[in-house]
């Protein structure tokens, strides 16, 4: 009797689990953070405009995918110090100017 009531209850666990992954799916595929129309106005400006915290759309997208993939963390966005922030700009300014442009086209920012 007990091993088929823990079966029960492993099993409406793992229902339960499928059923929030299932709800993730839907929150991640097609979020806007992957479409290029939401990083349009981030990319005109350069990479080291683009240093700071996470935007919500990121900190949401990131949330859901970390359900999809079984990690119980739940992001949250930091503020950099000015310090870092012109310590990590001094770096990308030190960085090959075609390696810069490629950062530049692709990189949406860079999010602490």
């Known amino acids: 009797m007990r091993l088929i009531l823990l079966s029960i209850l492993f099993f409406h666990g793992a229902v339960a689990w499928s059923g929030a992954i299932a709800e993730a799916r839907r929150h991640t595929d097609g ?12 990319l005109a400006n350069p990479i080291e405009e683009r ?41 990308l300014m030190k960085f090959p100017k075609d390696l810069r442009a490629k950062l530049n086209a692709t990189v949406a920012g860079i999010f602490g």
């Open 31 to 42: 979020h806007p953070i992957l479409k290029i129309e939401t990083w349009k106005g981030a």
């Open 51 to 91: 240093i700071g915290s996470a935007p919500e759309n990121v900190l949401d997208y990131m949330k859901w995918a970390n359900v999809v993939d079984g990690f119980k963390t739940v992001p949250r966005g930091e503020e950099f110090s000015e310090d870092f922030a012109a310590l990590v700009r001094q770096t």
